[in-house]
């Protein structure tokens, strides 16, 4: 099963962005979508959009839409999530995941990275 | 949006016992629907694939069943390593749109 390996935990002021790294172990990068999800403490899981790289543009539910980007970098096997004007609520576990079908955007989830703290806080 | 109900919220089972959670979803989602489990500290665990669909390594005490609006999870024989929380997901891709439940917190009586 591939490896999904992210960034390490990182703390923001309000106002300001965050960029979590995905690396993905294995050959497959291109052909299987990587999607990002979030847990709040004590939450359930909300999902941000995902990215088929081989495709190249990535999807967004409305309520994200305009405040994350998606990105995939085919020559390191990596994805990118990037969130702007971080307020206190998105304080959360940042998790990115690879669809278990090749060529889908949204299917289930096999795999998963170990997960990304991000707390945001003045 | 689609909405999935997700019950119980919470559920003490005493070892051995069948255990089950239904969600609901606010429309017809054919069979697009995935069951995970998550323990504390983890990342969540793909259990069931396609409302029905045991995913590779997953033992077969766990079971998912249902399509269009109301599915159901299972597990036949309630172990203690199964103690953990169990979300539904669903999903469709035209447009793209995925939402979770609202979890099942699963104890041992």
């Known amino acids: 099963q591939v490896q999904l390996v992210q960034s390490g935990a990182e703390v923001k002021r309000p106002g300001s962005s965050v960029k979590v790294s995905c690396k993905s172990s294995?050959?497959?990068?291109?052909?299987?979508?990587l999607n990002w999800l979030r847990q709040a403490p004590g939450q359930g899981l909300e999902w941000l959009g995902g990215?088929?790289?081989?495709?190249?543009?990535?999807k967004y539910p409305q309520n994200f839409q305009g405040r994350v980007t998606i990105t995939a970098d085919e020559s390191t096997n990596t994805a990118y999530m990037e969130m702007t004007s971080l307020r206190s609520e998105d304080t959360a576990v940042y998790f990115c995941?690879?669809?278990?079908?090749?060529?889908?955007?949204?299917?289930?989830?096999?795999?998963w990275g170990q997960g990304t703290l991000v707390t945001v806080s003045s | 949006d689609i909405q999935i109900t997700q019950s119980p919220s919470s559920l003490s089972a005493s070892v051995g016992d069948r255990v089950t959670i239904t969600c609901q979803a606010s429309?017809?989602?054919?069979?697009?629907l995935n069951w995970y489990q998550q323990k504390p500290g983890q990342a969540p665990r793909l259990l069931i694939y396609?409302?029905?669909n045991l995913q590779t390594g997953v033992p077969s005490r766990f079971s998912g069943s249902g399509s269009g609006t109301d599915f159901t999870f299972a597990i036949s024989s309630l172990q203690p390593e199964d103690i953990a929380t169990y979300y539904c997901?669903?999903?469709?891709?035209?447009?793209?749109?995925?939402?979770f439940g609202g979890g099942t917190k699963v104890e041992i009586k």
């Open positions: 429309q017809d989602i054919r069979n697009f």
């Open positions: 396609d409302a029905s």
């Open positions: 995941a690879r669809v278990n079908v090749r060529l889908s955007l949204l299917r289930g989830f096999d795999s």
């Open positions: 997901q669903q999903y469709d891709n035209i447009p793209p749109g995925l939402t």
């Open positions: 294995g050959d497959t990068f291109s052909t299987y979508a």
């Open positions: 990215i088929l790289p081989i495709f190249g543009t990535p």
